[in-house]
């Protein structure tokens, strides 16, 4: 079984860049198709960005296309989420998310969850 953690949130201005990451333990990393959420509040948890086991596919939200990119290092056992562009809103808690089959882009479809990492961004 897969742990997760989060880092690299904090409080940017708008159109500014931040990257966060993912540090995966406690399983083989490379099994693992894995996901980025973001939940703001009030609002149900929204499909960021997936990836598949080895990075050769990746897939976006409507809202962050083009402007984020997900890429993750198996060496490393961590996944990475670049945020260009930021915008007001973008801000929300940002969680990633395992699966070691890959079944869509819904948080039911992820069985492993990071504890999340606050993103705030400023107008």
């Known amino acids: 079984q897969v742990q997760l953690v989060e880092s690299g949130g904090r409080l940017v201005q708008a159109g500014d860049s931040l990257r966060l990451s993912c540090a995966a333990s406690?399983?083989?990393?490379?099994?693992?198709?894995m996901g980025w959420f973001r939940q703001a509040p009030g609002k149900e948890h929204e499909f960021v960005a997936t990836?598949?086991?080895?990075?050769?596919?990746?897939y976006y939200g409507d809202s962050v296309k083009e402007r984020f990119t997900i890429s993750r290092d198996n060496a490393k056992n961590t996944l990475y989420l670049q945020m260009n562009s930021l915008k007001p809103e973008d801000t929300a808690v940002y969680f990633c998310?395992?699966?070691?089959?890959?079944?869509?882009?819904?948080?039911?479809?992820?069985?492993?969850w990071g504890q999340g990492t606050q993103v705030t961004v400023s107008s």
């Open positions: 406690g399983g083989t990393f490379s099994n693992y198709y």
């Open positions: 998310a395992a699966v070691q089959s890959y079944r869509g882009i819904y948080p039911h479809q992820y069985d492993y």
């Open positions: 990836i598949n086991w080895g990075g050769t596919w990746t």
